[in-house]
């Protein structure tokens, strides 16, 4: 079930890069003050996979090759592909179906496994987390379903021929990682600044292909979802203490503070 | 009794504290095993066995260090195979995140990430994890069997029960086919002097600092009162500092007993990992900034001008 190895050199690299679009992270806060989620949102291409299409393009500049997004959304995640393909992505996949509202993360990597393999990609690139997710557990589902290593947490990604090499994030530093392609790779949003659409490439944009793509075309079943939320409670809130405007006397009340708390 | 794992987690073979809290954990939910791979695995048994697990399986193949999360996602496979537990508990942590998911994937068991805490309920696992970006805390209910959960750092306190486990080898034969993504190289940029995990004092910076060229400034106060920097991952993202000073979600889960964050708006992204803190003060020019309203005293000023005069104000009054 792996991907085939190309048998060509990187002169063409074949990049997958998956994309998603949230909640704009910029825009108001998420619920209606009756704890409602607020249906008129602003939604974007999450900024961590803008950050995912910088680097598949940068190294498809180096080397030459293909840049696909693909995505699972509602029909109107076709604007979040659009957006990819006006920074200069070729196409897009959209796998949109009325079964996959509140898909999980299982169901989610099947489903953009399915569509992934035909594409037999030498790369699949992911942000390491989704802005309004955040479970980080996509990536490492798909490589497994894929078949392909996962080289994870980049903030650099090299080619070399068949070698891929990423700077893989620690704590402390970070850790030289390789693999052969085809391979799976998450990179952080830090990896590179991503570029602003041209008003040529919006143009050009409008004409690239986006291919919509339905759960019974991919072959898979929804099965049952592997969590259940049961219910929702309020976050057990801190509570506010003090706001004070500095008039003079704000170092001494962090002193005092700071007194309280016996750091002083 | 529900068999509960704990996947404990070595980095160049020393045990991360984030296995002993969820040993610390896991005690209550049912009978303990504990998975501990790569060299130096056998001496961390040890120690979680002090920690409450009745059997830890150990395999020092240098592949578990060596190869990212496939020799593992082997190893827990073929013992999931034998043993068939209810419940596996990884730390939310990179390492792990990458073996979890891998690993669900391959027993096509669905994973709950990001858990605060988890409780056995109605014969399966019930875990909180935050949602609506953490206005709300799910109960979320893992449907298959095994319950895999991921839980966040510093969420449990660890402490000794006092037992010896018994230390059973692990049998796993890691394929080549297993050891593709390899570390070929470490490299440890500047060391902090006062590590941010342990900090009593975290001051932390985000984007209202203006610049990289002013985060001396928290330096210089992190000096005075004897604590450690810490960022927001908007500053990081943007180069000004190195990953290792974030604090948050995607960074380190800090819980000091003072904890200043200076220009810091409070996301929910930031805000995970430090909201367990014992006093939270905030300095930030917007007086509707999320943090202000978790803050136990928020001052609505000029952020380069309060940190220095505080920083004065601290080392007059330490002498």
């Known amino acids: ?264 | 009794m529900a068999k509960v794992w704990v996947y404990a987690e070595l980095h160049g073979g020393k045990l991360q504290t984030t296995a002993l809290e969820l040993m610390a954990k896991a005690r209550g939910l049912g009978d303990v095993e504990a998975i501990v791979l790569g060299v130096g695995a056998k001496a961390a048994a040890v120690v979680l066995g002090k920690h409450g697990a009745k059997v830890v399986h150990v395999n020092e193949d240098k592949a578990f260090d060596d190869f990212i999360a496939e020799p593992a996602a082997d190893a827990l496979a073929a013992l999931h195979e034998q043993q068939q537990p209810d419940l596996i508990l990884f730390a939310f942590t990179p390492d792990s995140r990458d073996i979890a998911g891998r690993l669900a994937a391959r027993l096509g068991k669905g994973v709950i990430s990001n858990a605060g805490d988890a409780a056995a309920a109605d014969g399966g696992f019930v875990a909180k994890v935050p949602y609506f970006g953490g206005a709300k805390m799910a109960s979320m209910r893992a449907n298959g069997k095994p319950a895999i959960v991921l839980v966040r750092p510093k969420s449990f306190e660890p402490s000794e029960a006092g037992g010896t486990a018994e230390i059973k080898e692990l049998a796993v034969s890691i394929g080549d086919g297993s050891k593709r993504a390899k570390i070929v190289e470490r490299v440890a940029e500047a060391s902090e002097k006062v590590k941010l995990e342990d900090a009593k004092v975290v001051i932390s910076g985000g984007r209202g600092m203006g610049g990289p060229d002013n985060f001396p400034l928290l330096e210089a106060l992190a000096n005075a009162l004897g604590g450690a920097v810490g960022a927001s991952r908007a500053v990081v993202d943007a180069g000004w500092v190195p990953y290792s000073m974030q604090v948050g979600q995607t960074g380190k889960s800090v819980r000091p007993g003072v904890y200043i964050a200076v220009g810091i708006s409070g996301a929910m992204q930031h805000t995970v990992g430090m909201k367990a803190s014992k006093v939270i003060i905030a300095i930030n020019k917007d007086a509707e900034a999320p943090i202000m309203k978790m803050a136990d005293l928020g001052v609505v000023g000029d952020a380069l001008k309060i940190v220095p005069a505080l920083t004065a104000a601290v080392k007059a009054k330490k002498g």
């Open chain 1, 1 to 264: 079930m792996t991907l085939s190895r190309r048998s060509d050199n990187d002169l063409h690299v074949k990049i997958v890069v998956t994309v998603k679009q949230v909640p704009d992270p910029n825009s108001a806060t998420l619920l209606e003050p009756d704890h409602t989620l607020a249906r008129d949102r602003e939604v974007v291409l999450d900024p961590g996979d803008e950050c995912g299409i910088e680097e598949g393009l940068q190294l498809k500049e180096a080397h030459g090759g293909e840049v696909i997004l693909v995505s699972m959304g509602p029909e109107r995640a076709k604007d979040a592909i659009r957006k990819g393909l006006s920074m200069g992505a070729d196409r897009g996949v959209l796998i949109s179906d009325a079964q996959l509202s509140g898909a999980d993360a299982l169901l989610t990597a099947r489903v953009l496994a399915a569509a992934i393999k035909p594409e037999k990609p030498d790369l699949v690139i992911c942000a390491t987390e989704s802005y309004d997710g955040s479970t980080g557990m996509v990536p490492p589902m798909l490589a497994e379903l894929l078949g392909v290593p996962q080289l994870t947490i980049a903030k650099k990604v090299e080619v070399d021929g068949s070698t891929v090499r990423i700077h893989r994030q620690t704590a402390d530093g970070y850790q030289v990682v390789e693999a052969s392609t085809p391979v799976l790779i998450t990179v952080t949003a830090g990896i590179a600044e991503p570029r602003y659409a041209s008003l040529k490439g919006i143009m050009a944009a409008r004409s690239k292909e986006i291919k919509q793509v339905g759960l019974a075309e991919l072959g898979v079943e929804r099965g049952e979802p592997g969590e259940t939320i049961e219910g929702l409670a309020d976050a057990e809130a801190r509570k506010a203490g003090a706001i004070v405007q500095d008039d003079g006397t704000a170092v001494d009340r962090i002193l005092q503070v700071l007194a309280e708390a016996k750091v002083v």
